[in-house]
């Protein structure tokens, strides 16, 4: 009887085993960098609240405090709805995403990286408005112009690597997803760079304004815009 050959993995071409073998290695399963996305989204959006200060006033005058500190409360909102639209954004993008390469890992971080800065300038806005000095005023908001210009633009590198690499995709159309969320980001990154000019130059609460809606435009577009070219059907 002739010998048999031993059985083998048919995703590995003969000849080739060691090269098949090493670039499979390079390939992860998306859920670990999820599950560590959403955990540095949930303690970012925690410090938020904690940073929010307490009035300071004389006995028999809180409410007034209180009132008297909208701006800081604005500036907690605007923050709160960066980090929600980031993390639903990021839940929209991986649905879309079902390998992971090293390349990806790093563009991830640099995601996080940008939203794990907001608190720093939103407490910058909060004293900065409860002090009545328009100098800090304005230093506070372009500070945070400037980071929310950074947390777009880290979103511009990650779609643009993802839409540079169609393997890692699960749906082969779905590049032009993510052609249209990297248009969206850089569109926001205008808009955080217009808000710094008008808020150190003309108006620190309008800049504040424009904050807020920033994240209100893209938490309504987190699924992509309406009819934007190349959409899956019931995405």
Not at 39 to 44: D, E, R, S
């Amino acid at each position: 009887m002739a010998a048999t050959e031993p059985d083998r993995d048919p995703s590995i071409l003969p000849g080739v085993e060691g090269s098949e073998t090493a670039h499979a290695a390079h390939w992860d399963d998306p859920g670990r960098a999820i599950g560590f996305s959403d955990a540095v989204f949930a303690i970012v959006i925690t410090l938020l609240v904690l940073d929010l200060p307490p009035p300071e006033g004389e006995p028999g005058h809180m409410l007034a405090d209180l009132l008297h500190q909208w701006p800081s409360y604005l500036a907690y909102v605007a923050s709160y709805l960066v980090v929600g639209v980031a993390w639903t954004n990021h839940r929209a993008v991986f649905h879309r995403i079902r390998r992971m390469n090293w390349g990806l890992y790093w563009v991830n971080l640099a995601v996080l990286f940008g939203t794990g800065l907001l608190p720093f300038p939103t407490t910058m806005v909060a004293r900065a408005m409860g002090g009545n000095n328009l100098a800090d005023e304005r230093t506070a908001v372009a500070l945070y112009a400037a980071v929310g210009t950074l947390a777009t633009l880290s979103w511009v590198l990650f779609l643009h690597y993802v839409s540079r690499h169609p393997e890692l995709l699960a749906d082969d159309d779905d590049h032009a997803f993510f052609r249209g969320h990297r248009t969206r980001a850089v569109m926001g990154a205008v808009l955080y760079v217009v808000a710094g000019l008008l808020g150190s130059l003309v108006a620190p609460k309008l800049a504040l304004a424009l904050f807020v809606l920033a994240p209100i435009f893209y938490a309504l577009t987190s699924e992509g815009l309406p009819r934007w070219p190349g959409r899956r059907r019931g995405a």
